[in-house]
């Protein structure tokens, strides 16, 4: 057990609330995988209700958890949300790594229960869940009970899966709850949004903003890297188009909502995205051959679910109903994400946000985004928004301020590397970041141009690259900067930067994918073992990542 007797290190404080178990059960470790915190929160509310029932357990980070205690675990519950595109969450992949490692153990001993959070919207639901499942089976531990996979709307799931995880462990199943589990959440705070500027030049479909909210009413602390999270408001011309469409009335009076047919239209339900559960219910409603095609046929129903909404659906697949029938099969209205822009070293009174309006044309119909369309256009200067903050602790600055920064990102990828240089500049720290980002056109997308020049100017930024895809005739993006600077990049990673990937996914991927060819150039690695060092790189934190 070399390995893993290196493994057994100063732990890091488990949440325990050491109780004297009254029903005879061996302690149960609870470890979660999360990336905006909500499978903390259902791994927390775990352990408080074992707490609550008698029953000892302890809570842990999976990435602050010593692998090596696994053997000698009898009862586990793994909690793990999924990140990218199926991904595991960053604090899981070390988790995982060592799970998976050659070393590791068989786990005859361990039975386990997994709940696994994700977002139906996405074609690997639940992935990560999945992904650790698998492996704890393949290590011959044995499952308590079947997986339970969570939609964005996880609370009611996750709460019975703690229930039930505690009727089969201890075999008790309580006529009367000593205790009920609950999942509260955090409540979203009211601001105001004071300023508002356009960053992209001309007129433009997509425009971008900077947008300010005030952060000295209900202050809030947040680090550099930090998110936002802000409920929005559906556009009003597509709940029109809906409401003509279906042929109803818009101030009619939901029996199953106290509200009307509009307003929970526009602020309670998702029309901007259609997803699987949205089409299985409509099909209960509507008994449609064509409809049910579409849902067998796992390529066409996935190009459909990209590229229509609630009022495609309605129209492609029509079908009378009643208000309330309609509001049955839609979903909660989710929260959108931003990322801050502003330092909270420099400039803690503000909450500075960037964000790109999505607005394009298909189908021969105008189509726009929820959030973005909310707060770039909905909201006026002055107007009152409601947030709640997402720590995103993988995503932070590094511990030690001498650490060099790679900062890779496209559009508005941009907004934690300015939340960034307005921190390193707030406290002296020169010529360690290095830009290397991209848009269309520079002429009217070089979003803080003026500003980001300065930080170059006063040393703030050691270097900045930019790559404009559209403005030669062969497109270049940011990973062409990682090949034309790539002796520069590997002295910075010699001495010790990390790199840091923001903006779409597509774009983390490429860069991702040009990083092992480097490696594979520079280092005479083989591709296997170029992308074993691009994994070690990611689950060591050295590669860090923020893409959506
Ligand atoms: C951690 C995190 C940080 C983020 N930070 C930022 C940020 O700093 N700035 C920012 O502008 N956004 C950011 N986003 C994205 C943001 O949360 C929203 O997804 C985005 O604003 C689109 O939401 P929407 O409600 O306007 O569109 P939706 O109503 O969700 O979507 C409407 C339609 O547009 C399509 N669509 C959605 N997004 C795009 C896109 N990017 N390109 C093309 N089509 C799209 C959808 O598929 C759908 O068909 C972040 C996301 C995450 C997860
Ligand atoms: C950038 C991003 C990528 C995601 N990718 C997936 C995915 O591939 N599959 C999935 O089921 N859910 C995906 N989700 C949804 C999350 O798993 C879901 O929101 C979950 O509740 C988050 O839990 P957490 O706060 O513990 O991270 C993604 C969410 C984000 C923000």
């Given at each position: 057990m070399g390995f893993f007797s290196a493994l057994i290190k100063k732990k890091d404080k488990p949440l325990n609330l050491n109780i004297k178990a009254d029903i005879k059960c061996p302690p149960i470790t609870i470890l979660y995988g999360t990336k905006t915190g909500n499978a903390q929160l259902v791994a927390q509310q775990a352990h408080k209700y074992y707490h609550q029932c008698g029953i000892e357990s302890e809570c842990y980070n999976m990435e602050k958890y010593d692998v090596g205690r696994l053997p000698a675990e009898h009862k586990l519950l793994?909690?793990?949300?999924?990140?990218?595109?199926?991904?595991?969450?960053?604090?899981?992949?070390?988790?995982?790594?060592?799970?998976?490692?050659?070393?590791?153990?068989?786990?005859?001993?361990?039975?386990?229960a997994v709940c696994a959070l994700g977002d139906s919207s996405y074609d690997n639901f639940c992935g990560a869940g999945k992904t650790i499942e698998k492996q704890l089976q393949k290590l011959g531990a044995q499952a308590i009970m079947s997986r339970v996979d969570c939609d964005l709307d996880f609370k009611k799931p996750a709460l019975q899966?703690?229930?039930?995880?505690?009727?089969?462990?201890?075999?008790?199943?309580?006529?009367?709850?000593?205790?009920?589990?609950?999942?509260?959440?955090?409540?979203?705070?009211?601001?105001?949004?004071?300023?508002?500027?356009?960053?992209?030049?001309?007129?433009?479909?997509?425009?971008?903003?900077?947008?300010?909210?005030?952060?000295?009413?209900?202050?809030?602390?947040?680090?550099?890297?930090?998110c936002i999270e802000i409920i929005p408001s559906n556009p009003i011309k597509l709940v029109d188009q809906i409401i003509d469409t279906l042929n109803l009335n818009q101030s009619q009076q939901l029996i199953s909502n106290s509200h009307t047919l509009e307003y929970a239209l526009l602020h309670q339900f998702e029309i901007t995205k259609l997803t699987r559960p949205v089409i299985r219910r409509y099909m209960k409603i509507n008994i449609n051959e064509s409809l049910k095609r579409l849902y067998n046929d796992k390529e066409a129903l996935r190009d459909y679910l990209v590229s229509s909404?609630?009022?495609?659906?309605?129209?492609d697949y029509p079908c009378q109903m009643d208000a309330d029938e309609f509001i049955s099969i839609l979903q909660p209205l989710h929260s959108r994400y931003y990322s801050i822009a502003s330092g909270a070293k420099a400039k803690a009174d503000q909450i500075d946000l960037t964000v790109k309006t999505i607005r394009f044309q298909q189908k021969e119909r105008e189509y726009e985004g929820a959030g973005s369309t909310y707060v770039n256009e909905s909201l006026e200067e002055g107007a009152e928004i409601h947030f709640r903050l997402v720590a995103n602790p993988s995503f932070h600055l590094p511990d030690d301020p001498a650490t060099p920064l790679i900062m890779i990102g496209v559009g508005t990828g941009i907004a934690p590397y300015r939340a960034?240089?307005?921190?390193?500049?707030?406290?002296?720290?020169?010529n360690k970041a290095w830009l290397i980002w991209g848009d269309k056109h520079q002429t009217t997308d070089f979003l803080y141009e003026d500003e980001l020049i300065d930080y170059y100017k006063n040393n703030t930024l050691a270097f900045i690259n930019t790559a404009f895809s559209r403005d030669q005739e062969q497109k270049?993006?940011?990973?062409?900067?990682?090949?034309?600077?790539?002796?520069?990049?590997?002295?910075?990673?010699?001495?010790?930067?990390?790199?840091?990937?923001?903006?779409?996914?597509?774009?983390?991927?490429?860069?991702?994918?040009?990083?092992?060819?480097?490696?594979?150039?520079?280092?005479?690695?083989?591709?296997?073992?170029?992308?074993?060092?691009?994994?070690?790189?990611?689950?060591?934190?050295?590669?860090?990542?923020?893409?959506?």
């Open positions: 793994v909690v793990v949300s999924t990140d990218g595109e199926g991904e595991l969450p960053p604090n899981a992949r070390k988790f995982f790594a060592l799970l998976q490692h050659e070393e590791m153990p068989m786990l005859p001993n361990l039975q386990y899966w703690i229930q039930n995880s505690y009727d089969t462990i201890t075999g008790v199943k309580k006529e009367a709850p000593i205790a009920e589990p609950e999942i509260t959440e955090p409540d979203f705070i009211s601001t105001t949004l004071t300023k508002r500027q356009q960053l992209t030049k001309g007129e433009t479909p997509q425009a971008v903003y900077h947008i300010e909210l005030d952060n000295t009413t209900n202050k809030v602390d947040y680090a550099a890297g930090d909404d609630v009022l495609d659906l309605i129209k960034f240089l307005q921190d390193l500049k707030a406290q002296g720290i020169k270049e993006y940011v990973q062409q900067r990682l090949i034309d600077y790539q002796d520069r990049l590997l002295e910075w990673l010699d001495d010790g930067a990390m790199i840091y990937l923001c903006g779409h996914n597509k774009m983390g991927d490429q860069v991702k994918q040009t990083l092992v060819h480097i490696y594979m150039n520079a280092k005479g690695m083989s591709e296997q073992e170029a992308r074993a060092y691009l994994r070690e790189q990611r689950n060591n934190n050295i590669i860090r990542e923020d893409l959506y």
